[in-house]
């Protein structure tokens, strides 16, 4: 190791120390790879493909483009606010350690389980989309299978067999994981670039203006997408689109201990992924509506309204059968992403005691310094939620319910830190200044948007007895059920057993901690 990498780990390491924790984790990031995690996960040419109908079916191509750019702008602010807060306490705990530190115990306690579901909802919500696309587009259009015979088990089994894949490739440390995320920022940018060309090519005219329209598409118009509504909350749904999206950047700060000169580097890492994805999103979003012939006829289609636009302007060639591979890449690595994100989420979270088997899920490989429990952990629940929610249609729940619960998670640290000023104990290189205020007011009603959107979104319908279900339930039930989970684990057990993070003298007492645990991984400092 160089002599200022040597030194600038040493700061790295002494400034985790003075927050009371070990340097487990191998520290290998820097800012290109900072960037690359979150822009993996938010991957637009994942939920900016996947989530098309959303738009299109709630406020036509005004959501697919107003709405992406207000979405956008609002996750730069969300991911701004987090920022200053990460340039504080750059920890791999990140929302719950900052939401113990700026609102108290029970608020971290309700952070962490808060963020860990919009987590473990979004890593096989990608899985689902990236078995669909592989089986209709791929092997259904490209190859000419007959896939018609591909049952619900074939989904549940191709799910839990993509997550074996992404937890072993995890598993074999974080440098592995860091190249194949920065070729995944590579590939994305390179294949968005692509398709925003072909798809300008198979344009029939060059009409900016319809790229503008707002149409009330809810109910039979979409295809059914989005249920029966009026014009403010079909804007309100279609916001769910880019929010969808845009999401996951916080895996910037998750890596925060694997990463050189986390203070000046982390805010970075959120901020351009969140930016870049936003430019580039938008233009691909304008070039695909450009290539729509009908958008009426094509909103009709509902769910298969991008299916059939892909098939009709990108994979009659054979660079479009290339990029179609490109998109599989890159979904499947986006979710590579998400479970590095969820599993240093449960590690740190384990670290302080908060999750049940926490001795176990806090523990690090010292052959690949990473957190192995919680990798397999992640793979485990994530493939359970997979078997519990395929039988319930439930693949609108798993993508509305990740936005809807992660951007709460983010808003909770923020408000935090807003209402309790006298908590900021720590200031980072990154502040805004008076502008954090303002910009935690935007973040309350944001969150309080996206929340009445999920609900309105994913309502309870009668089930599909084709499909083996009787009855899907709205998101309100796993909200309902949640809150209940909640409630019954702080006041029967963690209210008295669960202490947060170390603060004051708990931070000195834990110094042979720290040490024994940095020898048993060969951290040398």
């Known amino acids: 190791m160089p002599a200022d ?19 487990e984790l191998s520290r290998r990031m820097g800012p290109f790879q900072s960037f690359a995690i979150s822009f993996s996960i938010i991957c637009i040419i994942s939920g900016g493909l ?8 709630t406020g036509g191509t005004f959501s697919l483009t107003i709405g992406w750019l ?12 987090l920022g200053q807060i990460a340039s504080a306490y750059p920890t791999a705990g990140s929302l719950y350690h900052w939401s113990s530190i700026l609102g108290g115990r029970f608020w971290g306690w309700a952070t962490a389980y808060t963020n860990l579901l919009g987590l473990l909802f979004v890593v096989p919500a990608i899985n689902v989309f990236l078995y669909f696309i592989t089986k209709d587009l791929f ?68 009409d900016l203006g319809r790229a503008f329209v707002f149409t009330n598409n809810t109910g039979a118009p979409g295809g059914g997408v989005a249920p029966q509504a009026g014009p403010l909350m079909a804007i309100i749904i279609g916001l769910l689109y880019p929010l969808f999206t845009i999401t996951g950047f916080d895996a910037s700060a998750h890596t925060a201990e694997e990463t050189v000169n986390a203070r000046h ?51 009659g060639s054979f660079v479009g059968k290339l990029m179609l591979v490109g998109i599989i890449v890159s979904n ?65 729940a ?9 951007y709460i998670s983010y808003a909770m640290p923020i408000l935090a830190g807003a209402l309790n000023k006298d908590a900021w104990t720590e200031r980072g290189p990154f502040h805004l200044g008076g502008l954090y205020l303002v910009f935690a007011v935007i973040v309350a009603i944001g969150t309080a948007v996206v929340t009445i959107g999920g609900h309105a979104f994913v309502i309870s319908i009668p089930g599909d007895p084709a499909a083996g279900t009787s009855f899907v339930p709205g998101l309100w039930y796993y909200s309902a059920a949640f809150l209940i989970f909640l409630g019954v684990l702080w006041f029967g057990v963690e209210s008295r057993r669960f202490k947060g993070p170390p603060t004051g003298n708990a931070i000195a007492l834990r110094k042979a901690a720290i040490a024994a645990a940095e020898r048993a991984v060969g951290e040398k400092g």
Request: aromatic content about 12%; glycine content about 6%; charged content about 5%.
């Open 398 to 406: 798993l993508s509305t319910g990740s936005a809807m619960y992660l």
């Open 70 to 81: 207000i979405g956008g702008v609002y996750a730069l602010i969300v991911a701004a606010c």
């Open 332 to 396: 499947f690595l986006c979710a590579l992403a998400a479970v590095t994100s969820t599993s240093r989420m449960i590690y740190a979270f384990a670290r302080d005691d908060g999750l049940p088997f926490s001795s176990a899920l806090k523990s690090v490989s010292p052959t690949f310094r990473t957190p192995t429990a919680a990798i397999w952990m992640t793979a485990i629940l994530c493939a359970i939620l997979t078997a519990l929610t395929t039988p319930l249609g439930a693949f609108a």
């Open 139 to 206: 092997f259904g259009a490209v190859l000419g299978w007959d896939v018609s015979g591909w049952t619900m088990w074939t989904q549940i089994w191709s799910v839990v067999a993509l997550l074996f894949a992404q937890a072993a490739l995890n598993n074999f440390g974080i440098r592995l994981t860091t190249i194949l995320t920065d070729f995944a920022g590579y590939l994305i940018l390179a294949v968005t670039v692509v398709l925003i060309v072909m798809f300008l090519m198979a344009a029939p005219s060059v």
């Open 265 to 315: 580097t982390v805010h970075k890492g959120m901020l351009h992924s969140v930016f870049w994805s936003l430019i580039f999103g938008f233009v691909m979003i304008v070039a695909m509506i450009l290539a729509i012939p009908d958008v009426p006829a094509q909103a009709a289609m509902g769910w298969s309204s991008f299916n059939n636009l892909f098939i009709a302007a990108i994979l």
């Open 50 to 57: 996947g989530s098309f109908p959303i738009a299109l079916s």
């Open 5 to 23: 990498d040597h030194l600038q780990h040493n700061e790295d390491v002494k400034l985790l120390h003075s927050m009371g924790y070990a340097q």
